[in-house]
């Protein structure tokens, strides 16, 4: 059973719930344990209600308003809550693709996770927020194999639901060839069925390559590729397998190997908060004998860490 961590607040009252908002931002000193209070306790589309509250109350944008009155990582939580799920997606890749440096493995962590339908609607939210093509954005700043499976992936066509047992043994057969000749052509090979095909199709194929080969799809692709096409294509792997898996992976990587990479974990704990964050949760405690709850307030602070700690909503034994 796949769960997040935030669900509908039962008995919601956005105008009581956007008079206890303004009152924290307007005063003297922003009382920032009530936006946490309300903010996290709140799904998304009720955050979006208490906003449109907001915005008859005082005639102004809530985000603006948070924007305004919060610094550093913490308003990056508080503002991140606020964008419906495609608008925070679309946002994270607008900053990845037109920062300073491109941002690719917030590129990776987005491209290679979501649905077909998840996708579509990102492209949507990009092109209305910054009137520009996702796809063409990412021709433009990425490069390589590695910008051709992002294109690939960014184009939403993955096949859904479909399995054929007589094709898995000839697209294993394709992926076993390509680790070991290495061309362009089969680099393209290679990221058209592990960006095409069905997640069932997929299971099957890493089967076959398995008999086939003796040997893990992702120890093979580690083998043979590296820089950030190896990456995209393992983080592909990981999430046909097992997502709330692979974003706990990706969390304990951000927390100890980057010394607490904040955007990071920012991005995974809001994006997942409704899908997934429980899953996550508790693979991060199986594999790794520490919990999520543990190593934020491990590395994090003050506010920050009480708006991260209540998206990750831990239990007693998590502390």
């Not at 994270?92 to 339908?117: F, Q, Y």
Request: hydrophobic share 40%; with cysteine; glycine share 6%.
């Amino acid at each position: 059973q796949i769960q997040g961590t935030i669900f509908p607040a039962p008995n919601l009252n956005p105008i009581m719930d956007a008079q206890l908002l303004g009152g924290a931002l307007q005063g003297i000193s922003c009382e920032k344990d009530v936006l946490i209070d309300i903010l996290t306790q709140r799904c998304n589309s009720q955050r979006l209600m208490i906003a449109g509250a907001y915005r008859d109350m005082y005639g102004r944008d809530l985000i603006t308003d948070l924007k305004e009155n919060l610094s550093h990582h913490f308003k990056e939580v508080m503002v991140g809550l606020m964008y419906p799920p495609a608008s925070y997606d679309a946002h994270e890749l607008w900053h990845a693709l037109k920062g300073v440096d491109t941002e690719e493995n917030c590129l990776i962590d987005i491209l290679a996770s979501r649905s077909n339908m998840e996708i579509f609607q990102m492209k949507e939210a990009y092109l209305m927020e910054y009137n520009n093509d996702l796809q063409q954005d990412i021709d433009s700043e990425t490069s390589g194999h590695f910008r051709d499976t992002l294109m690939n992936l960014a184009q939403g066509t993955r096949m859904e639901g479909y399995a054929d047992p007589s094709t898995a043994v000839q697209d294993a057969m394709i992926l076993w060839e390509a680790c070991q000749q290495k061309t362009g052509e089969h680099k393209n090979m290679l990221q058209m069925i592990l960006c095409n095909k069905s997640y069932q199709q997929l299971w099957m194929v890493f089967q076959e390559f398995q008999n086939m080969s003796g040997q893990d799809i992702v120890d093979a692709i580690n083998e043979c590729y590296d820089g950030y096409f190896q990456e995209l294509l393992v983080a592909i792997v990981l999430c046909v397998r097992d997502k709330p898996s692979y974003f706990a992976y990706r969390l304990y990587n951000a927390i100890h190997d980057l010394g607490f990479h904040n955007k990071t974990v920012i991005r995974i704990l809001i994006a997942r908060s409704e899908l997934d964050l429980m899953n996550i949760r508790q693979r991060y405690k199986e594999r790794y004998g520490k919990s999520l709850f543990h190593d934020i307030k491990h590395f994090a602070s003050g506010h920050y860490e009480s708006a991260l700690l209540a998206i990750c909503a831990g239990d007693a034994e998590d502390y």
